[in-house]
């Protein structure tokens, strides 16, 4: 079966958007992007949040119109060639591949898993809270950047919640980004 994978950059002070939810911190050159990639490239479909989603929305159906940054075309490319899920209770609509979802039902998501081409990519604090309370997620990704933000929004939005994780592996880049790969304890 299939995995649902919980992607998220935080600073080093656990903060996942800064105080006005700014993301100008993240360090993604083309060393990082090449390996989103190649992580996204393997994915059957893509889970997100009503927020998430609208940002992913806003740039990459396009954002293979400037050629000068390869890493971004071919980013643009995989996302909209992949199967999308948004979980919104107020959206009306969605566009480019795009499923709306009212609800997170654990047996949809088993299903989802069992019959998907590859592992699914999770997006977003709040529906990635949600399933961490369901027992859905199977890892996460955590891409630590060398940053104290002093405020923002948290990762971690399952108050509450108790997780049991095992680090899987690490890695880290040129530019001082740390992958942590921790599996979860369902």
Same mark, same amino acid.
């Given at each position: 079966?299939?995995?649902?994978?919980?992607?998220?950059?935080?600073?080093l002070?656990?903060?996942?958007?800064?105080p006005d939810?700014e993301?100008?911190w993240?360090?993604?050159d083309?060393? /990082?992007?090449?390996h989103?990639?190649?992580?996204t490239?393997?994915?059957?479909?893509?889970?997100?949040?009503?927020?998430?989603?609208?940002?992913?929305?806003?740039?990459?159906?396009t954002a293979?119109?400037?050629?000068?940054?390869?890493?971004?075309?071919?980013?643009?490319g995989?996302w909209?060639?992949?199967?999308?899920?948004?979980?919104s209770?107020?959206?009306?609509?969605?566009?480019?591949?795009t499923?709306?979802?009212?609800?997170?039902v654990?047996e949809?998501?088993?299903?989802l898993?069992?019959?998907?081409?590859?592992?699914?990519g999770?997006?977003?604090?709040?529906?990635?809270?949600?399933?961490?309370r369901?027992?859905?997620?199977?890892?996460i990704?955590?891409?630590?950047? /060398?940053?104290?933000?002093?405020?923002?929004?948290?990762?971690f939005?399952?108050?509450?919640?108790?997780?049991?994780?095992r680090?899987?592996?690490t890695?880290t880049?040129?530019?001082g980004?740390v992958?942590?790969?921790?599996?979860?304890?369902n």
């Open positions: 079966m299939r995995k649902v994978i919980w992607a998220m950059s935080v600073s002070d656990g903060f996942m958007e800064g939810r993301l100008d993240h360090l993604v083309d060393e /990082p992007h090449r989103f990639n190649e992580e490239a393997a994915m059957g479909a893509f889970l997100d949040g009503r927020v998430t989603w609208q940002l992913m929305a806003a740039f990459w159906p293979d119109r400037d050629p000068s940054n390869e890493a971004e075309a071919e980013f643009a995989i909209r060639s992949k199967p999308k899920y948004v979980f209770r107020t959206l009306k609509e969605a566009g480019w591949g499923a709306i979802k009212r609800d997170v654990p949809e998501i088993r299903a898993k069992e019959r998907a081409e590859g592992d699914l999770l997006g977003g604090a709040e529906l990635a809270g949600s399933f961490l369901l027992g859905l997620i199977d890892e990704h955590t891409y630590v950047h /060398p940053v104290v933000l002093g405020g923002g929004r948290a990762m939005q399952a108050p509450g919640v108790r997780a049991d994780l680090l899987a592996d890695r880049f040129g530019n980004v992958r942590l790969r921790h599996l979860v304890s």
